[in-house]
């Protein structure tokens, strides 16, 4: 009698959920917020292949962070992944701080590097839980000003830190490579 009891409640519970849930109208700055990961998910597919894992951020009275976690299947190394990430970080600041629809909303303007987190995560393709392995990177993490890169070690099954660098200096060095593939091939 108490296990139907347990369930009973259970349900009730569920429904109930349920029906507030959807009586629940998003204020207009969550709707906004909403759009820009919308947009961002649908370009970071189309242009690098990338699948959306987690979107969040500061949304309570205005919007005061973007999160995003991506997958990807490529395997890549360092410098590919600093390309990766401040380009896909450049552009979802782009998002933000070009819609007009946003701006009323945004906690302060233009929104920066600080306002925002991204993560790609790198997968195997057969097994998409597990990450891939050495010499590639397995993660490139964007945070608090931050760029970090990681590895998968499959003997103790952990993400080791390859390599962490401010975000300035990511870009600094991407400006660098991007000089230096411009030189005529006898001065590289």
């Known amino acids: 009698m108490g296990k139907k009891i347990r369930?009973?409640?259970r349900v009730i519970?569920?429904?109930?959920?349920?029906?507030?849930?959807?009586?629940?109208?998003p204020p207009p700055h969550v709707k906004a917020g909403d759009l820009?990961?919308?947009?961002?998910?649908?370009?970071?597919?189309?242009?690098h292949n990338l699948?959306?894992?987690?979107?969040?951020?500061?949304?309570?009275?205005?919007l005061k962070e973007f999160d995003f976690l991506l997958s990807s299947y490529d395997k890549i190394d360092i410098d590919e992944a600093r390309r990766l990430i401040i380009e896909r970080s450049h552009s979802l600041l782009d998002l933000i701080n070009s819609d007009e629809n946003v701006q009323p909303y945004l906690n302060k303007t233009p929104f920066d590097y600080k306002d925002i987190q991204?993560?790609?995560?790198?997968v195997e393709r057969e097994e998409p839980t597990l990450f891939v392995s050495p010499p590639f990177v397995a993660g490139v993490y964007f945070a608090h000003?931050?760029?970090?890169?990681v590895y998968y070690d499959p003997c103790t099954e952990k993400l080791e830190t390859l390599q962490s660098e401010p975000y300035?200096?990511?870009i600094g060095i991407l400006e660098h490579q991007r000089d230096v593939a411009n030189l005529p091939p006898e001065l590289r």
């Open 13 to 25: 519970s569920l429904l109930l959920g349920l029906s507030l849930y959807s009586c629940y109208t």
């Open 51 to 62: 699948f959306l894992l987690g979107s969040g951020g500061a949304f309570l009275d205005d």
């Open 168 to 170: 300035q200096r990511a």
């Open 7 to 9: 369930i009973a409640k």
């Open 118 to 122: 991204v993560i790609i995560i790198f």
């Open 36 to 47: 820009i990961i919308s947009k961002f998910v649908t370009q970071s597919r189309r242009e």
């Open 145 to 149: 000003g931050m760029v970090r890169y």
